[in-house]
């Protein structure tokens, strides 16, 4: 036993038994020691996360009231929460007082436990002494071993005892949760009471907003009422007033009235502040021929709806549109019959048959206005053309002539007069005659038969020469003598004589150097005759006297010499140069700024040539044309205003159309110089620009829902400032500009590349054609292997620099990093390969190598290229328009794979079937395996002239396909030429 107690404490081993034996009454101790431990650990820990769930709990009692606050469904939300939390809360005191119920019998077991130990050590103790008096000397050990055995005990309990106040304490720490528990709910319940009063509030004060909303609304509807039963008070009393600003329907039905016919001789257009608006009118199909003619009105009458869209036609819409809208007050409408007829129709009307009731007309619709470009003489006398009719402009290529040059001088012209014209005119004193040989031409031909010197004789070299000389005188009217199919040659003098209309070729005749005769017709003016003076530039006689007067002028050197001059000077100064003109190119505008004045052709002014009427008394009327007024350019709207900060600039490089379904007019904005400083404005008068009016009008605006509105930006640069804008500098702002305004689209015949990756060419970007046409009279070229081995290509030295080859301020070698330069450098001493400059811009002529110059310059021709078996392309500052005609030329184009730009058509090519693509290092292996393959170069030229020829035939038209299926353009597409993606 003493053995077994020192072992005990540590002083000795016993025997395994006996060993064993007190190991498993110490194991037993220390077991009871530390599950009163790990029961201590447990109440702790479930101390802590009661401390941690209240924070939560609170936060949750917060949100509930923050809900109750926004909503009264959030009041039985809380009523739920709270309900759920008090469950909760009864749960775990449930729980909580199972835990103490377990602890209590977890203690108890260890009280049985200790007692156990007690008797055992009672056992151990008797079973000592018995050793003692056995054999003696444990008592002191003994001693020690009962006082360390109490201390356990005294340990023991005491951590009992601290046990026993932890869990006190977590009772008393649950029952103030409780208790907190329940003021919060209470605090719940009360801020529920709020919420529910102040939602009551709410739904008063609304109430409250809503009535006198409705009150305000009735109000403003009164005073809409009110204001629109003045404004029908003020119309009814304007409209008594000026008794023709009625409808427009009315008015129509008034003009086919006047004019006694069920059809119209043009278009009417109604103008308002908002706009212009095309009303739909019945109109004749064709002009009259004359009723000399009646068996070839089939051949000789225009189609009306073609003059529609005619340069001069489009020119008076699109001033309408910029220059009359703009000057049209908010209750202001105004009326236009643009007429189409060349004139011997409206003559018929407005002067022999109807002058009354056109007279009533217009004093019955003063609001009406009449735009003509052979306005005829209603009273010759005075020269008054009629009522509110403003003449304009005729044809377009009169400023094509402005700068022609002089014909042969005085002493190099052959004696006497010369005059060529068609067997056409009105009938001598405006009556119906059996014949021809009534009308002023016929007149005057026959009176200068004989006259030596004199060719003077019917002849045209235009489409209608074969039409008049086939049928006049196949009627016996004008006999061979006065027929002449030759051109004739300058003489000393030029006559000019009125056909069915003005003669159109005035303008060109009197800026050419040779004096101009001219017989009074007393019928038709034009608009600039009033700027004319009778004797200083031109000599203006009658019928009888103009055989001796064209005799006397061509022998007068003097007199010859300064009237030519005079004329000549007076059409630049006064005329193709209008003085003031903000237009570079003054006689494009010139339509405009007389629209923009229209209101002062309600006066009655004289329009013949000054003096020219010898037997007339001199005129009532003031003199004509009215002064043009200063231009007052308005303030754009906010779209416009938004383009111009996205482009950074104050000017545009287009013009911007604003068109709805009824209504269309021209945004007003500056136009600034393109690429190499040409006027922009001069590109207004091309026909894809006209053709794109004449869309917007006819094919877009119908199409739209009546709240649509939509912009058109029609970009008039060839292409490199748009380039820099929308590549290179202004990217960004522009995107940002179309995903404000996705009603705005750019419509352009040379887009640049915006991804090259995707063939994207930027927002809203509608690719249209350009201006020039397709020449479809190409012959087909020979089989490959009949034309010579190589490749051709001229052009001129222009091209976007891509690498800076060369320092930025070396201007002479500056072009040698464009895509031109590079291409001809690369063919440079490839046999076979004849690829050079034909004429040098834009840079120093020494910055490029002789062997790349054709120093002839000469300018190559169709049959050139097809001479040879491969044709190259390469775009330059803008696309190669070339490339059209050399897909017709039936001769493979070899295309330098365009990093820039793209045309409309190009989604229609295939490379290696109707054309092929190749980067600019791989130009010379491309057209080396071309012509090493003649079937191939066959195939792919036959391939590219068959879509050239379909590209050339539907060019007509092609520009109204494309608007007519605008929206679709504002979806991205793959504008590069197929199968170059990888390229």
Known sequence: LKLQFLYLIGHFRPTSRARGVVDMKIKNVFMAMLLLIASVFLAMRSLEEKKAAAPALTKKLAAAEGDAAEKAEALRTTNDELDALKTSSSKKEAAQAADIASKDEQTAQLREQAEALTEELEKVKAALEAQQAAGGGLSEDLGRARQELADAKAAAAEKEAALVGELEASKAKEGELTKELEVAADAAKAKEGVMAKELEEARADAAAKEKAAAAELDAAKADAAAKEEAAAAVHQQQEAKTKGHSSTENVVADLLNASGSDELLGVVYEVTSLGVRHVVAPMASHCAAGDYLPGTVDLVRSIMANSLRQPRALHVYEALMQDVAFNVASDEIFIFYVLLDRGEMWYEQSVLKRRDAFRAFSEMHPNVFFVT?????????????????????????????????????????????????????????????????????????????????????????????????????????????????????????????????????????????????????????????????????????????????????????????????????????????????????????????????????????????????????????????????????????????????????????????????????????????????????????????????????????????????????????????????????????????????????????????????????????????????????????????????????????????????????????????????????????????????????????????????????????????????????????????????????????????????????????????NVLVAHLSGLVAAAQRMTDDTAACDAVGAAGRALGMEIAQNRPGEIHRIMRDFRSYAEPRDWRINGTADL
């Open 373 to 913: 470009w052979n306005p005829p003489l209603v009273d010759p006398d005075t020269g008054f053309i009629g009522a509110n009719v403003i003449p304009v402009p005729d044809w377009t290529d009169f400023y094509l002539h402005s700068d022609d040059p002089l014909k042969p001088p005085y002493e190099s012209r052959a004696n006497g007069v010369t005059w060529r014209g068609g067997a056409e005119g009105r009938f001598g004193g405006g009556g119906v005659a059996p014949g021809f040989t009534a009308t002023d031409r016929y007149d005057v031909v026959s009176r200068f038969q004989g006259v030596p010197d004199a060719d003077v004789k019917f002849g045209f070299s235009r489409w209608q020469e074969p039409v008049h000389r086939a049928n006049v005188t196949a009627r016996g009217d004008v006999p061979d003598a006065l027929w002449s199919d030759d051109a004739p040659a300058y003489r000393k003098v030029q006559l000019d004589i009125d056909g069915y209309s003005s003669a159109w070729e005035l303008r060109r005749m009197l800026q050419s150097g040779i004096p101009v005769v001219k017989v009074d017709s007393r019928r038709f003016v034009q608009w600039f005759y009033p700027e004319l003076e009778n004797g200083e530039h031109l000599l203006v006689v009658d019928a009888d006297s103009v055989v001796e007067a064209a005799v006397a002028v061509a022998l007068d050197k003097g007199r010859c010499e300064a009237m030519a001059k005079a004329a000549r000077a007076r059409m630049h100064d006064r005329i193709y140069g209008v003085r003031g003109s903000e237009y570079a190119t003054p006689l494009d505008g010139l339509t405009r700024r007389i629209l923009r004045n229209f209101r002062s052709y309600t006066t009655p002014r004289d329009w013949r040539i000054r003096r020219s009427s010898q037997a007339a008394a001199a005129s009532s009327l003031p003199p004509a044309p009215p002064p043009l007024p200063e231009y007052v350019r308005p303030k754009p709207p906010g779209v416009v205003i938004d383009l111009l900060e996205a482009l950074g600039t104050d000017v545009l490089l287009g013009v911007v159309y604003e068109v709805r379904r009824e209504r269309m007019r021209r945004i007003d904005a500056r136009i600034g110089p393109g690429g190499a400083g040409e006027n922009l404005e001069y590109k207004l008068r091309l026909l894809p620009a006209l053709e794109l009016i004449d869309a917007l009008k006819n094919v877009v605006a119908p199409s739209l829902k009546e709240d649509e509105t939509f912009y058109f930006y029609h970009l008039l640069d060839d292409g490199d400032k748009w380039y820099e804008a929308r590549v290179r500098s202004r990217g960004k702002q522009l995107s940002s500009f179309s995903a404000k305004h996705p009603n705005m689209f750019f419509v352009h015949w040379n887009p640049p590349l915006v991804d090259r990756g995707t063939g994207f060419i930027g927002e809203n970007m509608i690719p249209i054609p350009d201006w020039f046409g397709f020449r479809t009279d190409l012959p087909v070229p020979r089989p490959c292997a009949e034309r010579k081995r190589g490749v051709v290509w001229r052009g001129a030295t222009s091209g976007r620099r891509i690498e800076a080859a060369a320092p930025a301020d070396d201007v002479t070698h500056w072009y040698n990093g464009t895509d031109r330069y590079r291409a001809v450098a690369a063919f440079r001493g490839v046999p076979n390969a004849d690829v050079k400059f034909n004429a040098v811009k834009f840079n120093p002529k020494g910055g490029i190598p002789p062997d790349m110059l054709d120093e002839t310059g000469r300018r190559f021709g169709p049959e050139d290229f097809a001479a040879y078996q491969v044709r190259l392309s390469v775009d330059g500052f803008a696309n190669t328009w070339g490339l059209r005609d050399a897909l017709l030329g039936g001769t493979p184009v070899l295309v330098a794979h365009s990093r820039h730009f793209v045309q409309w058509f190009y989604p229609k090519l295939e490379n290696g079937t």
